[in-house]
């Protein structure tokens, strides 16, 4: 037996017509007649009563119109779900992210992501841009979101953003007196740091080795949210993202520390594993994330 004698079988089973049955298959009465004759054949039984005008199932045929009736029954719901999926009604996305843009540009576009597509279950990984680019590679993800450097040759990359880096320190620093202070003049100050393998760490410490210069670092915490709380604690001074600080620095928090020779811009990255089928569902999520 084989799903296209089943398929012939069926079609003229619910037809109860040969002629019909070709019809609906559209092809042509002889060799739907020939199928079923060879099917009957192979199973060595007649599954019709051939009559006048179209035929009469046999108990065998009966027996198995049940089974064909079901499976074909699954392959309608298999073509249905996948039609769903390819409208985006169902499935799954797995998203990585650093911990910048997890904690202050994802959410937003995960709420309307959701809006938009309820019947896709995102599954959402948090971590250092290191950590994120090796689930990627690993295939833990579909999609990635990180800041800082990308040199890996099966990583592709393209640019969806830019964020702007500044110096915070607590309100009542003395730097505060001497604004705007040069580079130089920050690396006298004990700095608080992300941990290695930090996107933002990286590219702090390239923009400073461009101009010969080292931050002192006292401390490395992996998490925005403990430096913050760090620097407002009087142990030092950060440079961190612009959007992480905004409620810190409207509530008096912290303040930012204009430098007068340096600029520092990085790059937010939209990450794929090169060579890699994206879904329709990575393909609107990459979409949204530029919109």
Not at 59 to 81: M, N, P, S
Not at 107 to 122: H, S, V
């Amino acid at each position: 037996m084989n799903l296209n004698h089943l398929a012939i079988f069926h079609a003229v089973a619910q037809e109860r017509s040969v002629t019909l049955g070709a019809e609906r298959l559209h092809i042509s009465q002889p060799a739907v007649s020939k199928q079923l004759q060879e099917l009957e054949r192979s199973l060595g039984v007649p599954l019709f009563d051939r009559l006048p005008r179209g035929v009469r199932l046999t108990e065998a045929g009966e027996l198995l119109e049940v089974y064909a009736r079901r499976l074909f029954a699954v392959e309608a719901e298999a073509e249905g779900a996948l039609a769903e999926l390819r409208g985006l009604e169902r499935g799954s996305l797995s998203v990585g992210a650093s911990l910048t843009i997890g904690g202050y540009l994802l959410p937003d576009i995960l709420a309307r992501f959701n809006k938009k597509y309820p019947g896709i279950e995102l599954k959402v990984q948090m971590a250092n841009t290191d950590e994120v680019q090796e689930r990627l590679l690993g295939g833990e993800l579909d999609v990635a979101l990180t800041e800082g450097f990308v040199d890996h040759p099966e990583l592709e990359a393209d640019t969806f953003d830019e964020d702007t880096m500044v110096v915070i320190a607590p309100p009542y620093h003395p730097i505060l007196a001497e604004t705007p202070v040069t580079a130089a003049r920050l690396c006298e100050e004990p700095f608080i740091m992300r941990e290695e393998g930090s996107g933002t760490r990286a590219v702090v410490e390239r923009a400073f080795a461009a101009k010969d210069l080292t931050l002192r670092s006292v401390m490395s915490l992996g998490s925005i949210e403990a430096i913050k709380r760090t620097v407002a604690a009087g142990v030092g001074l950060a440079m961190v993202s612009g959007l992480s600080v905004v409620m810190e620095v409207e509530a008096g928090k912290v303040v930012t520390v204009p430098i007068s020779d340096l600029t520092v811009r990085r790059p937010l990255h939209r990450l794929y594993l090169r060579g890699r089928h994206r879904s329709h569902a990575a393909k609107a999520f990459s979409e949204m994330v530029s919109s």
